[in-house]
């Protein structure tokens, strides 16, 4: 048998990550084998803490056999941690077994055929501290893959994907350009096509309110309606400029599969506020599929036992097909 399994970064180790990976192993029964990267006495002493109970099976990185994994158990590597308090506050000390636990995860991938990464939330602020805007950009930076990336927020009924990430509302425009959008709507076609055997249907937002402004080369006019017009000679099924106040009506959204926003916030808010945690964070362009949970570190949740793990669930069923 071919077994492809599904890698496991943790992320932010005082996060509700593990809190919701417990919950979607006792919740669900994954076709294929699951490997975690993780700190093996934190995840023993979160499985206490939170009374869940799961056989660990601990896997050696430098023997690392498929055969070898089980999948009514945590296959895990241990990736070493000290810390005083399972349910301690963010900060720069885990930046060094975050690090460790990705490099790890790449290795893996790299060296065999894997279905794909999901990894946990991770702090922008201390982990990735300006050198990258969110892990799509470091993931893509360690893959070499830095220019052709994107971000998709995927859900069965309607996605979102920003041109621009985790970017300053000041510095948006700036980055918008004609190649952004041809690669975007490429890569996305690709994904859809391979993953789901259709032409994905398009909408492509405006910048500026009601895709106008009272300045002269405003980007609908320089940039995004050209675009689209290019793209569509080409047999791209793209439709646009949107204003995005309208654009995410039910009689619009029923005519597309995917809407790309201008910014993060522009697409991403509609989405979170139609479908909560029931969408999927997935990363086009790496060499593997990646999939991150559509949700943070939430520390004010750690340790309640009460996180949802519906978006996890998701992640981990979308590679377990």
Do not use: W
Request: proline share 5%; net charge positive; aromatic share 10%.
């Amino acid at each position: 048998m071919n077994i492809k399994p599904i890698i496991v970064v943790a992320g932010e180790p005082f996060s509700v990550f593990l809190e919701i990976f417990y919950k979607s192993l006792k919740k669900n029964n994954f076709k294929k084998p699951i490997i975690l990267i993780a700190s093996k006495k934190l995840v023993e002493a979160q499985m206490v803490k939170l009374n869940y109970k799961f056989k660990i099976n601990l896997l050696n990185i430098y023997k690392l056999r498929f055969k070898h994994l089980k999948k009514n158990e945590i296959n895990l590597i241990n990736v070493e941690f000290k810390f005083k308090e399972i349910f301690d506050k963010i900060s720069d000390k885990s930046n060094s077994y975050i690090e460790k636990c990705f490099s790890i995860s790449l290795k893996i991938l790299k060296n065999n055929e894997c279905s794909g990464l999901i990894n946990g939330p991770i702090s922008k602020k201390h982990f990735l501290k300006g050198k990258n805007l969110g892990i799509t950009e470091y993931l893509a930076n360690k893959t070499k893959k830095n220019n052709n990336v994107a971000m998709l927020i995927f859900n069965k009924d309607i996605s979102v994907s920003p041109i621009t990430t985790h970017l300053a509302l000041k510095d948006v425009n700036k980055q918008i350009t004609k190649k952004k959008l041809y690669d975007h709507v490429k890569l996305i076609t690709k994904f859809y096509k391979k993953n789901f055997k259709k032409e994905a249907r398009i909408a492509i937002t405006g910048l500026n309110p009601h895709c106008e402004s009272n300045f002269k080369n405003c980007e609908e006019d320089a940039i995004i309606t050209p675009a689209i017009r290019n793209l569509k000679k080409q047999n791209f099924k793209v439709e646009g400029p949107f204003p995005a106040d309208t654009i995410f009506m039910k009689q619009h959204l029923k005519n597309f599969d995917i809407v790309i926003g201008m910014y993060h916030d522009q697409v991403l808010s509609p989405m979170k506020a139609l479908f909560g945690f029931d969408a999927i964070n997935i990363t086009l362009g790496l060499p593997f599929i990646r999939i991150s949970p559509d949700h943070g570190p939430n520390t004010p949740m750690l340790g309640k036992n009460l996180s949802n793990p519906q978006s996890l669930i998701k992640a981990l069923k979308f590679l377990d097909r």
